[in-house]
C-alpha cells in the first residue's frame, strides 16, 4: 500500500510539472532568454576586462584566466584570444570600458524583457504597463545585474588579491558566499520588480535562493564536463565550445524559470486553499 501509494504521489509530481511546463511555455521563454543571455556575453566579457584594464588588476587575466584556459583550446584559438586581450590592456580603455557597457546594459536589458514575458506567464498576469515604463524598468534591472555579476565574478577572483597570510585565507574562504549574495540580490531585484504583479519580499528572495542553489550546482557540473570530458582541441572542439555555452545559458534560463514556477506553487500553498506542489509530493497540502 505504501508503494503504491508512494507511486501515484510521483505520478502526481511528474503530471503537475508536465502541466506546468506546457501551459507556462516554460521551454519556449527559456530559449528566449537563453538567446538574450548569449547575446549579452560577449560585450559583458569585454566590460569586465576593460575593467580589470582600468584598475590596474591584468594579472587576474594573466594568473588564474589564462591558465584555466589555455590547457583546454588549440594553440592558435589561444594565441589569438591572448593577442585580442594583451590588445585591450595595452590601449586605452576607458572608452572601451563605457562603450561595452553600454552594449551590455542593452543586451541585457532585453534579456530581462525575456524575463518578464516568461514571468508574467508563470504568474498568469496581463501585463499592462505602458512600453516606456517596461523599457526604463529593464535597464535599471540591466544595470543591477551587470554590476551583481561582474562584481561576482571580481569577488571570486579575489584571491589573486591577497593570496597569503591570514587574509588570503579569509579571502579564500569567504569569497564564495559573497558572490552568491550578489548574484542572489540581482536576481532578488529581478524576481521582484519585473513581473507586473509584484510578490512580497519574502517569496521574491525564497525564489532567489532557490534558483542561486539550482544554479551553483549546474555549474559545478557544466564546469567537470568542461574539465574533465570535453575535448575542446579535436577537429569539432570549437562547435562544442558553442554547444557547450548555450547549452549552460539554456539550462539555466530553465533553472530560473522553474525557480519562479516552485516559488509561485510554495507561495499558494501558504497562502491558499489550494493542493500544489507540496501535496503532489507529499500527500498533503492546504
Known amino acids: 500500500m505504501a508503494q503504491t501509494d508512494l507511486l501515484t504521489q510521483a505520478r502526481g509530481f511528474v503530471e503537475l510539472w508536465i502541466d506546468l511546463f506546457k501551459r507556462h511555455r516554460l521551454l519556449e521563454h527559456a530559449s528566449s532568454i537563453a538567446f538574450q543571455v548569449l547575446k549579452s556575453l560577449i560585450p559583458l566579457t569585454l566590460c569586465g576586462l576593460a575593467l580589470l584594464a582600468v584598475v590596474g588588476e591584468e594579472r587576474v587575466w594573466r594568473n588564474t584566466l589564462a591558465p584555466s584556459i589555455k590547457p583546454h583550446l588549440q594553440p592558435a584559438t589561444y594565441h589569438a584570444i591572448d593577442v585580442a586581450v594583451d590588445k585591450i590592456f595595452s590601449s586605452g580603455s576607458g572608452g572601451l570600458l563605457a562603450f561595452s557597457a553600454l552594449l551590455s546594459f542593452w543586451y541585457i536589458s532585453s ?8 514571468v508574467n506567464d508563470i504568474y498568469e498576469a496581463h501585463d499592462e504597463r505602458p512600453w516606456l515604463t517596461r523599457f526604463a524598468l529593464s535597464l535599471g534591472l540591466a544595470v543591477c545585474i551587470a554590476i551583481g555579476v561582474i562584481g561576482a565574478a571580481l569577488v571570486v577572483l579575489a584571491p589573486q588579491v591577497a593570496r597569503h597570510g591570514a587574509l588570503g585565507v579569509v579571502v579564500q574562504i569567504g569569497r564564495w558566499p559573497v558572490a552568491a549574495l550578489l548574484l542572489m540580490l540581482a536576481l532578488g531585484l529581478l524576481v521582484r520588480f519585473a513581473p507586473a504583479q509584484r510578490r512580497p519580499k519574502r517569496w521574491a528572495s525564497a525564489g532567489s535562493a532557490l534558483v542561486i542553489c539550482a544554479w551553483i550546482v549546474a555549474s559545478v557540473i557544466f564546469r567537470l564536463f568542461v574539465t574533465e570530458v570535453a575535448n575542446f582541441k579535436t577537429a569539432t572542439g570549437n562547435l562544442t565550445v558553442f554547444l557547450v ?5 539554456y539550462t539555466s534560463s530553465i ?12 507561495r499558494e500553498e501558504a497562502s491558499a ?8 509530493l507529499f500527500g498533503f497540502g492546504r
Open 273 to 280: 486553499n489550494e493542493r500544489g506542489v507540496l501535496h503532489a
Open 255 to 266: 533553472i530560473f524559470l522553474v525557480g519562479v514556477e516552485l516559488d509561485e506553487l510554495l
Open 111 to 118: 534579456s530581462v524583457r525575456a524575463v518578464m514575458t516568461g
Open 245 to 249: 555555452l548555450i547549452g549552460y545559458a
